[in-house]
């Protein structure tokens, strides 16, 4: 989303190379390129002229730090102010001591607003909270039955009335029937319309008075840049809200909205979307997105993704075979398929510092690559998956793979080769401080050593780029509860 930003802001930091320190003279051009940057990606003028300033002030105001050239502490002093003007700190969601919590969503219509509703309620179910969806949207076709299928999806009950009731009864027996429930949050999905009109408004005053929510959330289209903030200005002034949720911040966007909201509505941005599944939602920390804009990664976030997918007992068990050097292609092959539950190749690549220069032809090239390996994989036996060296010792089974998976038997030849190479040296890895976290460092195919072209898994697809000293630690990670599923719930 903000790649067209990071390379405008490259150019920015060009300007001060080969200087001696940053000067009133010198850092014009400089500043000049970050307000073109700010303006292209669609960044309120206001927002981007108090930025210049604050940027002239602090640049012109710093003391020169022994070591660190001019555009390395240009570079620093951008990113202290974008995370100011981002708010920052994340700004959790209420709280209160008597259940249930209220989450108003409110927003117009396109925006994604019914889906987000669902996206925060799995993700309040990953935090251990009970949640109830009331659908209070009675005007847009299907909306009731989207919500429900949803609540399905993700194992959440919804509270609904039928098309013919009237919304505020509807939300406000929703929170009665929450209490009867002893559920701990309650999440309100109202109506939207294609654009603010009045009596859009007058029913969310009349729903919100009815239910006294303890967050009002605007769900924004991050797509429709400044004007994002300027409608998130119109509905903190009309219906008093207490943050927003930016959708669609995976899409081709400019990301000015990001930059935007704080500063025009004095409202804070608790959740960003990044992507379509129910679990593409997550929290908004400023710094983290300061460090996505200059393409400096986002490690925390990464890390967070894996925690929720990875098993403490699966953790110590890969690193136990990698050091006996018993790591097979059943385990290849789940890590692969864990990678691609984290999300999408490059969208997890981005958060790697190092690696979220990649071009799209780079990423694509490294998918292929993986959907290749996998349907060899797949063609393999049981036993030949558990024991790797049979396919080093025997040409007819790799001929035979071959045809299975529809490849050249050169290309399971060079699968085999590698991946015998890749254990050897993940195994040396291990003896010297084994990375513990599937993944990072050597684990995971994708990330050190393991995926198509990164790292000489497969021959250099995307130029051998590794993170150096890009390592996990078992100690940090959190143990994933494992349980029987419920069966998805309905209406209520």
């Not at 195994?427 to 976290?437: D, I, L, T, V």
Request: aromatic share 4%; charged share 25%; with cysteine.
């Amino acid at each position: 989303m903000f790649d067209a930003l990071a390379e405008r802001l490259e150019d920015a930091w060009k300007k001060l190379r080969g200087q001696d320190k940053i000067t009133e003279n010198n850092i014009q051009d400089a500043l000049t390129e970050v307000r073109r940057a700010l303006l292209a990606a669609d960044v309120n003028l206001q927002v981007v002229k108090n930025f210049i300033a604050d940027v002239e002030k602090a640049a012109l105001g710093a003391e020169v730090i022994s070591g660190v050239n001019p555009g390395q502490q240009f570079i620093k002093i951008v990113y202290d102010e974008l995370v100011k003007v981002m708010g920052e700190s994340n700004v959790p969601l209420a709280t209160t001591a008597t259940a249930p919590t209220v989450i108003l969503m409110a927003g117009l219509q396109g925006t994604g607003k019914t889906t987000a509703t669902a996206k925060l309620a799995l993700y309040l179910r990953k935090q251990k909270r009970s949640c109830l969806m009331v659908a209070t949207d009675i005007y847009r076709p299907a909306a009731i039955d989207q919500l429900i299928t949803l609540g399905q999806q993700i194992e959440v009950p919804v509270f609904e009335l039928g098309s013919e009731a009237n919304p505020v009864d509807i939300a406000r027996q929703g929170v009665e029937k929450a209490k009867e429930l002893g559920v701990d949050t309650v999440l309100i999905d109202t109506a939207g319309r294609l654009q603010i009109d009045e009596s859009m408004m007058v029913e969310l005053a009349r729903i919100k008075e009815a239910v006294k929510p303890d967050d009002t959330l605007l769900v924004v289209d991050a797509m429709t840049g400044q004007e994002a903030a300027n409608l998130t200005r119109t509905f903190h002034e009309q219906i008093g809200i207490t943050g927003a949720i930016l959708t669609k911040m995976d899409g081709d966007t400019r990301g000015g909205a990001a930059l935007s909201v704080r500063q025009i509505s004095g409202q804070p941005i608790k959740f960003i979307g990044v992507g379509e599944k129910v679990e593409a939602l997550q929290p908004f920390y400023p710094d983290r997105m300061a460090s996505r804009i200059l393409n400096m990664g986002d490690i925390l976030s990464l890390v967070e993704k894996a925690q929720e997918e990875i098993d403490i007992a699966d953790v110590e068990k890969m690193q136990s075979k990698i050091l006996e050097a018993k790591f097979d292609f059943n385990d290849f092959l789940k890590q692969m398929r864990l990678m691609k539950n984290m999300g999408s190749l490059g969208g997890l690549l981005k958060m790697i510092p190092g690696l979220n220069k990649l071009s799209s032809t780079d990423i694509e090239k490294g998918e292929k690559e993986l959907k290749r390996t996998e349907a060899m994989i797949n063609s393999m036996t049981v036993e030949e998956r558990k024991n790797p060296d049979l396919l080093a010792k025997s040409p007819s089974r790799r001929r035979r793979i071959a045809k299975g998976s529809g490849h050249a038997e050169s290309e399971v030849s060079k699968l085999v080769t590698n991946f015998t190479r890749m254990r050897s040296m993940m195994q040396q890895m291990g003896q010297g401080g084994m990375p513990a976290m599937p993944g990072m460092g050597g684990g995971m195919p994708g990330m050190g050593g393991g995926m198509p072209g990164m790292g000489g898994m497969f021959g250099g697809g995307m130029g051998g780029q590794v993170p150096p000293g890009f390592r996990g630690q078992a100690g940090s990670q959190k143990k994933k509860k494992k349980g029987k599923k419920k069966k998805g719930f309905g209406t209520l």
